[in-house]
């Protein structure tokens, strides 16, 4: 089961990430990694299981709803040895202490004897990622208009699988602030009341008093199979009769979790080694999405607007979070876009005309800002990237067919400027 919390933590703090962090604190990369490894679910677990008593749901809610969050800094402003590093750790580190009034220091005591980095360094971690944890937070609260209630609650849905992506060793000394494992089903050792050994023996007689039940008993369960065995096979004549006969196709969905997948058939991806300005080089998908991006780049005097579709861009079932599989893709966007910085581009959501307009259309919407969004987070500066929520008004392909449904649903990268 996934957690939106850990998850975008985890997007945010990439390897590339993590290595200007160590040399900005000063810290073995491998250190500083251990250490987001154990403070990211730590942290994430920590700040649900705030949520889960009334006092602790009151105040997460006003801190949410009363601090002034700015948008999001990127990556490299973050790590960088600056003002933005060092406003987010004070920030981070002044929620951390409202939430946690008590202990404001002891995660990042915690964490510093788990992995080995300095109490220093774990502090700068520990703050920067309560800061980017609670901006998140801030952002689903606005956009879906959450509760104090809703907000729990959703909170809620997440506390296990992050306690359980905490490593052990660090978990051990954390019981304070993450909780205990909802206790599972419990199974007695005791006989049931009024059952004693007395009672078994009497039944053990019984049984072997009556060796014809037994027979029977198994006699009934020959013909209770042959029975079932029968209606099988009625029932596989039945469709192979009716197989060739079409079946008429719903007229209610929601947009499939696969935009704009490839749509002809299984051929095998031919990879293509590509160079980009800088130095960078980029290895694509032939015919992909980035591939042609680059290509057009690489091609002086192209006309804009040109538009492209992200293929092969998945994202978790009635969900904006993109899947682990298509985050690469997302990754090669930020490096054609940081090799190109004039570059700006628009996302557009695009959908089907099935369905409800009031679940297709927001949920298109937020997909591409699902992608902004992570532009955003990999460095890409936020005034080169806008969205648009195209609904069902933009189709590629006919509405009357399953395959033409499925292109329309999809994800539009339009270049407005180079």
């Not at 019984?206 to 014809?212: D, T």
Request: glycine content about 8%; proline content about 5%; overall charge neutral.
């Amino acid at each position: 089961m996934a957690t939106l919390l850990l998850d975008h933590l985890r997007s945010v703090f990439t390897t590339q990430a993590v290595d200007e962090l160590a040399r900005a604190t000063g810290e073995q990369a491998t250190l500083t990694q251990k250490a987001l490894d154990g403070l990211l679910p730590a942290l994430t677990t920590g700040v649900i299981n705030q949520a889960q008593t009334r006092a602790g749901a009151a105040t997460l809610y006003r801190l949410l709803t009363s601090t002034p969050f700015a948008t999001d800094p990127s990556v490299g402003q973050l790590v960088d040895a600056n003002s933005h590093r060092q406003q987010a750790v004070k920030s981070g580190t002044a929620l951390l202490g409202q939430l946690l009034p008590d202990r404001p220091d002891r995660l990042a005591s915690s964490t510093a004897q788990y992995s080995g980095v300095s109490l220093g360094s774990a502090t700068t971690l520990t703050g920067l990622a309560m800061s980017i944890l609670m901006g998140f937070l801030h952002q689903q609260l606005v956009t879906h208009k959450l509760t104090e209630a809703q907000l729990a609650a959703q909170l809620r849905s997440e506390t296990d699988p992050a306690r359980s992506a905490i490593p052990a060793a660090l978990a051990s000394m954390l019981g304070w602030l993450i909780g205990s494992p909802a206790p599972g089903p419990v199974t007695s050792a005791v006989p049931p009341s009024g059952v004693t050994q007395a009672h078994r023996e009497e039944d053990k007689e019984k049984a072997a008093g009556f060796p014809w039940l037994r027979w029977l008993l198994i006699g009934a369960g020959l013909l209770l199979l042959l029975f079932l065995l029968m209606r099988s096979c009625n029932r596989d004549k039945t469709e192979t009769t009716t197989a060739s006969q079409p079946r008429q196709e719903s007229t209610t969905s929601v947009a499939t979790d696969t935009l704009a997948s490839d749509l002809d058939g299984n051929a095998p991806a031919v990879r293509v080694a590509v160079d980009l300005p800088g130095g960078r080089k980029l290895s694509l998908v032939e015919k992909s999405f980035t591939y042609s991006l680059a290509q057009f780049l690489a091609t002086k005097g192209g006309q804009v607007p040109k538009v492209f579709t992200f293929d092969n861009l998945t994202f978790e079932t009635d969900s904006a979070r993109i899947t682990t599989q298509a985050r690469s893709n997302v990754d090669d966007l930020i490096q054609i876009m940081k090799a190109y910085p004039s570059l700006h581009i628009r996302i557009e959501g695009n959908t089907d005309s099935t369905g409800d307009d009031a679940i297709n259309d927001p949920l298109s919407g937020d997909r591409a800002d699902a992608v902004r969004q992570a532009l955003l987070t990999g460095g890409i500066e936020a005034s080169r990237v806008t969205i648009r929520e195209r609904g069902d008004s933009k189709p590629v392909a006919s509405n009357q067919t399953a395959t033409g449904r499925q292109k329309n649903r999809r994800i539009d990268v339009v270049i407005t400027k180079l």
